[in-house]
């Protein structure tokens, strides 16, 4: 079974993940995340890695705090998207940025020919892969003895719970199985202590975990009149940490470190 390529959709995905609502949530969340882990690094110019970033988001807003990024994406449709907006913030801020795009399947990746960074991100990538556990297990290899692993994935029992209460039962008792996918629904997404298991045997542990829109995708159609987004941020940061919210993310981010041994 072959991993899913966004060239096709890719400007689609692009928009559709960060150029919408949802994407806010799922970006204030993230760079809150990622920030506090920063901040484990004592202000330090990081070698980081972003797997699978497709156009790179997180890519360039790390570099321009002054952080060197290699991008990996196996569509080079969306590393043409992370070109030409690189190219433009550039352009437009005599200013240029320490980011490497490298087209290749996150498979590719390997601790001989690309080293090893001090934080690697992969968001939104394993409930594409037909092996999620192995490619991540992979993957960590090239986390740093002192590195993290920044790792965002699509929550099947959210996505359950969402089917329940919009009541898609059918869809429920199928374990979502389709004659006709929905071209962004993940193919393989994960639970959440399936994942928990998989950090425990790579010998890594939990730094940090957050859901992603716990909030956001169970509003009620219709807001009352002095609904404000702003809040909608609010409440989501403050609720994305505790439980039993967490286990509610679409999406669940867990950033992980090696695990120390005694």
């Known amino acids: 079974m072959q991993d899913k390529n ?9 928009k559709n993940i960060y150029g919408t609502p949802k994407g806010e949530v799922r970006s204030a969340v993230l760079w809150r995340d990622l920030s506090q882990a920063l901040s484990y690094f004592d202000d330090q110019k990081l070698h980081i890695l972003d797997a699978g970033g497709g156009f790179g988001f997180f890519t360039q807003k790390l570099a321009k705090l002054g952080h060197k990024v ?6 080079a449709e969306m590393l043409a998207i992370a070109k030409s907006q690189i190219n433009d913030y ?3 801020n005599q200013h240029q940025l320490e980011i ?3 087209h290749a399947p996150i498979q590719a990746l390997n601790v001989e020919q690309h080293g090893q960074f001090d934080l690697v991100m992969c ?3 394993a409930e594409w892969l037909s092996d999620a556990e192995n490619t991540l297990s992979a993957l960590t290899k090239l986390v740093k003895p002192t590195g993290l692993f920044s790792l965002m994935f699509y929550n ?6 969402h089917s329940l209460i919009s009541g898609n039962f059918d869809y429920v008792a199928a374990d979502f199985r389709v004659k006709k996918k929905v071209g962004l629904t993940p193919t393989h997404p994960l639970y959440i202590h399936d994942v928990k298991n998989w950090v425990s045997n790579w010998k890594m542990e939990l730094v940090s975990e957050s859901g992603v829109r716990v909030i956001h995708d169970y509003l009620k159609i219709n807001q009352p009149p ?7 941020i609010e409440m989501e940061l403050k609720y994305s940490q505790l439980p039993p919210y967490i286990a509610f993310g679409r999406y669940v981010h867990f950033m992980t470190k090696w695990r120390s041994e005694i």
């Open 90 to 92: 550039e352009t437009e």
């Open 123 to 125: 968001h939104a990538v």
């Open 100 to 102: 490497e795009l490298l």
């Open 6 to 14: 966004f060239d096709q959709l890719a400007n689609k995905f692009a």
């Open 226 to 232: 002095n609904f404000d987004f702003n809040q909608l």
């Open 156 to 161: 099947k029992e959210a996505m359950r719970f």
């Open 70 to 75: 290699t991008l990996c994406d196996i569509s």
